[in-house]
């Protein structure tokens, strides 16, 4: 039987226990989840550099014995990757219809382009689906308790002052 291979991709600037939340069940449906890290980010005010973040997921798995779980960097288009990677599942994460109706975009214009590559719409634990990234880094820019939002390894750089 083949592995069953799928990517979560985003820009996980900073990680947050949602996020987290979603790579540790995915984990549990796949052979093999690559969590596919943005190189660049788009979104303002960004607070760590591709390879910081890259690092900071690494961490946050190994610490979750989580094995069948790989951190790689996302440079090309999402099919591409999945492609090269042999993924024939993408990963979205969605919290608020808001959320559902960027995705759904998104997910169609990939269908068109690698329609043998699916996506599958996962909500996070009730009890993380108000936490952001972008909330994250307001509440860290004003040098407020992060800790309850962000995985162990993004916590420790922000309370050592690590961010850009």
């Known amino acids: 039987m083949a592995e069953r ?31 596919a890290v943005a190189a660049t980010s788009s979104k303002e005010g960004a ?3 591709a390879e910081d973040r890259l690092e900071m997921i690494r961490e946050d798995v190994a610490r979750a014995g989580l094995a069948n779980v790989e951190v790689k ?5 999402l099919v591409d990757f999945c492609r090269r990677e042999g993924a024939k599942v993408v990963i979205r994460g969605v919290r608020v219809y808001s959320d559902f109706e ?4 998104m997910a169609l214009t990939n269908r068109r ?28 820019r004003y040098r407020g308790d992060t800790a309850p939002f962000v995985t162990e390894a993004v916590q420790t750089r922000l309370s050592k002052g690590l961010q850009k």
Do not use: C, K
Request: charged content about 20%.
């Open 5 to 35: 291979t799928a990517v979560y991709p985003g820009t996980f600037d900073p990680m947050t226990r949602g996020h987290f939340d979603l790579i540790e069940r995915s984990s549990r449906l796949y052979d093999r989840l690559i969590v």
């Open 47 to 49: 607070m760590f550099p």
């Open 73 to 77: 960097v996302l440079d090309t288009l």
């Open 102 to 105: 960027y995705e759904f975009q």
């Open 113 to 140: 382009l690698a329609p043998e590559i699916e996506t599958l719409f996962m909500m996070p634990s009730e009890n993380l689906a108000y936490v952001t990234a972008s909330t994250v880094r307001e509440i860290a």
